[in-house]
């Protein structure tokens, strides 16, 4: 049974009038290589004529984005021809790669008559090898997920990418990211055997679960140490938490703004490019 080293609060960061908790980074911890950066969005109630979420035009390069739409709905737009309306439920996964501008903000729907909004955000590195691929995305709808239904129905494993009880998530992973979103019923538990020389990303969206022994609840943040393979989860309460986990790469994460690289040279030559209109030039 892998051991936990730390279990972290997520910080409270809110944008404009938008609740968001931070897990990572903070002044606590960076990154767990490779994921980078983890908001957890909401969850609120936005009035109606509202201005929606507040994620317009900006530019992307280096890594890939995966957003979890837990309540509300999400438009995504993207400089790659990348373009969809994810429902709760749904996913979007992006690779920038080289380069792309995207927006993400809500329904001309949703701002007219508000509603629920709740969204989790991460931001997964790529390689120096993949930090140039070309860009791509997907969307995909709550229906085009596999959830595997575990203990008598009281866990179900929403399986994005990866291999989760022998079912294959919905989207290829090109640097073999595996994750999934779980939710838990009180009582539920489920087993994950996960090699000792991956790193993990587990977050308490909300609820109380019991993790190798400890307990963890929302806006936690548990950091686990490689030393191995059993992940052993517990309900004590209705819980939803996203589990992921991937191989480091151990190379230099170089972050500024927007973009994710390897040397400051790569990010100046980052932010020259998007000013030339290499990544793209917005459409309104």
């Known amino acids: 049974m892998r051991t936990i080293k730390k279990i972290h609060k997520a910080i409270s960061a809110p944008i404009h009038d938008l609740i968001t908790f931070r897990a990572l980074p903070t002044s ?24 929606g979420l507040p994620f317009g035009p900006h530019p992307h390069r280096g890594f890939e984005t995966l957003t979890f739409v837990l309540d509300g709905d999400l438009v995504h737009r ?5 373009e969809s309306v994810i429902r ?6 992006m690779t ?17 008559h508000g509603g629920n909004v709740e969204v989790i955000q991460l931001w997964f590195n790529l390689p120096a090898k993949l930090k140039m691929t070309a860009p791509h ?33 919905s989207v290829p992973s ?40 400890q307990s963890a609840t929302t806006h936690n943040l548990i950091q686990f140490n ?21 191989e480091p790469y151990n190379e230099p994460v170089v972050a500024q703004g927007p973009f994710v690289m390897n040397t400051q040279a790569e990010i ?6 998007y000013q030339m209109g290499k990544m793209g030039v917005w459409a309104e």
Not at 149 to 161: M, N, P, Q, R, Y
Request: proline content about 3%; hydrophobic content about 40%.
């Open 137 to 169: 995305y997907v969307g995909l709808q709550q229906a085009e997920i596999p959830a595997i239904t575990l203990d008598e129905g009281k866990v179900t494993i929403h399986a994005v990418s990866g291999e989760w009880a022998g079912t294959k998530g």
């Open 226 to 246: 490689n030393d191995g393979k059993e992940i052993q989860l517990e309900a004590t309460e209705n819980t939803t938490l996203i589990l992921g986990h991937g």
């Open 28 to 51: 606590q911890i960076d990154y767990l290589d490779p994921f980078l950066f983890l908001n957890h969005h909401g969850p609120q109630v936005y009035p109606p004529f509202n201005r």
């Open 96 to 112: 920038a790669g080289r380069g792309l501008i995207h927006a993400e903000v809500s329904s001309e729907e949703f701002k007219e």
């Open 268 to 273: 100046m030559q980052a932010m020259r490019d």
């Open 88 to 93: 709760a439920g749904g996913i979007q996964w």
């Open 174 to 213: 090109l640097t073999d990211i595996q994750i999934a979103r779980l939710e838990l019923q009180v009582g539920g538990t489920y087993t994950a055997q996960i090699a000792a020389s991956r790193n993990i990303l587990c977050y308490v969206v909300r609820g109380i679960v019991n993790i190798n022994g």
């Open 78 to 82: 993207d400089t790659g021809s990348g």
